[in-house]
């Protein structure tokens, strides 16, 4: 028999044991959390530096320990939003069941601005007011200040907000991007803050070059008043004829979608025969996804006669564009609003006065929308099933097509279709809705589903989708620069 000292001996040891234990089981919980939070902190810097592929290697050693951290999935929520990836409404909903407001909040909003719903207004007045310290939020309040054309003011603070946000380039990238409509020098600036912080050249390095060139050229314009451009289809799209000095000519498509308000010339012979001078080679400084390979980019700058520039600069290069010579940006053509009415087919640059004139005559039969610039896209508030939403105008696209980060919030039921791409039948979702812009109602049969986010530059500015050229063929259309509006006649 056990006498009570032996008993309470053994007792002691077995305390020991299990005091032991939990310490050890402590340590671990300790180093493994440490580890995590380690993991974490080297996520948040690779994002930081726009190295995503790094930052995703680092959550899924995350995900080994804890699936369901909410810093992790806040984290996976940023990066798949920021790429336009399906994946984030999935990992939204974890969020949501986190139990972390907070990131939960902060995701909602950035989602409601990045498809350009027009409820993020009110959401970032609520959110502002609960998380008056959260730095993605006073992000997503710095981009629509820029959106509303606050330039200077979001110059002066984008070093803070930087410092704020988990991407911690994006503030300067948004500004290197707006900057080609306000100041070459600026773009170029700002470039080189991007690079600087990722590391690395970035896709706009490329232009370093010719913004150079650009902010050393004086662009004179001649036209007069009123100048009519022959008109010219461009498959479903429209456009015109540019004339240069020696009498050579150019079919050009309209096209909101090119970028960086440049002029493109898509086959080499033609853009080396237009007189002028070239100022600039890129070796491969050129892909579209229907180029096997990207091409040698040229700069030429020329002199035209119709409409009449001297030291316009365009990029030319060989391709397979079968719809015309090449497409520009409306924003080529400074100090006039271009007004394309395929209906007539007429095309015609106004000066301020024209334009005053033109809209003050049809005042009972237009529609003005004011439109947002991005980099010279141009985004313009419409309906969507009576949500209201931001589209980007693409005139060198087809019809009505929207991403999938924005059905559920429009009330879209996609369905699945086949479209012919280059001989193949392809399957694609497909949805119909009723699209309102102001009073004019569109009847959408067929709109194109796709995870393409249509004016993602990198910087959680987007849209619901864009609006092509098989809707603007029902109205003669004016792009007003002087009061940054499209006016609509209707027919």
Same mark, same amino acid.
């Given at each position: 028999m056990k006498t009570t000292c032996e008993l309470k001996n053994r007792f002691r040891g077995i305390k020991k044991v299990l005091l032991s234990i939990i310490i050890c089981s402590l340590a671990l919980v300790s180093y493994g959390q440490k580890n995590v939070d380690s993991l974490l902190r080297l996520t948040r810097n690779e994002i930081g530096k726009f190295s995503f592929r790094n930052a995703e290697n680092y959550l899924q050693e995350v995900e080994k320990t804890d699936s369901l951290h909410p810093e992790l999935l806040y984290l996976y929520c940023e990066m798949k939003l920021l790429l336009g990836n399906d994946e984030f409404m999935v990992y939204m909903e974890k969020l949501r069941n986190s139990g972390v407001s907070e990131y939960y909040h902060v995701m909602k909003l950035k989602h409601a601005h990045f498809i350009g719903l027009a409820e993020y207004e009110s959401l970032l007045e609520k959110y502002l007011a609960y998380y008056p310290d959260n730095g993605e939020i006073k992000f997503v309040q710095w981009l629509s200040e820029l959106d509303k054309g606050n330039y200077e003011m979001?110059?002066?603070?984008?070093?803070? @907000?930087?410092e704020e946000t988990v991407f911690k380039f994006a503030p300067y990238l948004a500004l290197f991007n707006i900057s080609w409509d306000k100041n070459y020098k600026n773009a170029v600036a700002y470039m080189d803050t991007v690079e600087q912080i990722i590391g690395r050249e970035f896709y706009g390095s490329g232009y370093r070059e010719i913004l150079k060139i650009l902010s050393d050229t004086e662009l004179k314009d001649f036209? &007069?008043?009123?100048? !009519?451009?022959?008109f010219a289809w461009c498959g479903p799209g429209m456009g015109f004829y540019m004339i240069d000095e020696k009498g050579d000519s150019l079919k050009i498509e309209l096209d909101t979608g090119t970028g960086f308000n440049l002029m493109t010339v898509h086959d080499k012979s033609l853009g080396k025969n237009i007189s002028g001078t070239d100022v600039l080679v890129l070796e491969k400084g050129i892909s579209y996804n229907y180029m096997d390979k990207p091409a040698d980019l040229y700069y030429k700058k020329s002199n035209f006669s119709v409409p009449a520039y001297e030291n316009l600069i365009f990029g030319y290069f060989d391709s397979q564009f079968f719809k015309a010579d090449g497409c520009t940006s409306p924003f080529v053509f400074k100090n006039s609003a271009l007004h394309i009415d395929p209906i007539n087919e007429k095309v015609y640059l106004m000066d301020r006065q024209n334009l005053d004139r033109? @809209?003050?005559e049809n005042? &009972?039969?237009i529609e003005k929308v004011p439109y947002i610039v991005r980099n010279g896209w141009i985004f313009i508030p419409c309906k969507i099933?009576?949500? !209201?939403?931001?589209m980007q105008l693409e005139t060198g696209s087809r019809d009505v097509n929207f991403n999938t980060l924005s059905l559920e919030a429009l009330g879209l039921e996609s369905y699945a279709c086949s479209i012919e791409w280059n001989g193949q039948d392809f399957p694609i979702d497909k949805v119909d809705c009723t699209l309102e812009i102001g009073r004019i109602k569109y009847e959408v049969n067929g709109g194109l589903v796709t995870d393409r986010v249509y004016g993602n530059l990198l910087y959680g500015l987007a849209s619901s989708g864009d609006i092509g050229p098989l809707f603007m063929q029902n109205f003669a259309f004016t792009i007003d620069m002087f009061n940054q509006q499209i006016v609509f006649e209707k027919n």
């Open positions: 979001c110059m002066q603070s984008a070093y803070g @907000i930087s036209n &007069d008043g009123l100048t !009519e451009l022959p033109y @809209i003050k005042k &009972d039969k099933n009576g949500t !209201e939403t931001l």
